[in-house]
């Protein structure tokens, strides 16, 4: 299933069609590209709260801990927006954005 993505920039289409791909299949048909944009902005706004998007921070000092993030992401999402996923839903979205920040060399 293709979305039309005019509304974000380039390297969150990229995340975001990343993550698609990534979900089992029944949950990807399920959401929709602005429900995995709210998951997305949720993670970078944890990242910029610990001050993980500081330049001066040396990588080898990023550690993250996934269950702070997740809880982070669970109670900051637009629960109106998310009311069809459950917890379940949004930490597999959470793990995809995840592995597409590895995978993409950073936040």
Known sequence: MEYENDWLNPDDSKAISFIRKSLPEALAFRINDLQ????????H????????????NPEDSLEIDEE???SYVYEH??????KDLSAGDIRQIVEKELDYSDKSDGF
Not at 36 to 43: A, G, K, M, N, R
């Open 36 to 43: 995995i944009e709210e998951v997305i902005d949720c993670v």
């Open 45 to 56: 706004e944890f990242y910029e709260e610990k001050g993980m998007l500081e330049e001066d």
């Open 77 to 82: 999402v637009d629960k109106e927006l998310m």
């Open 68 to 70: 702070e993030l997740f």
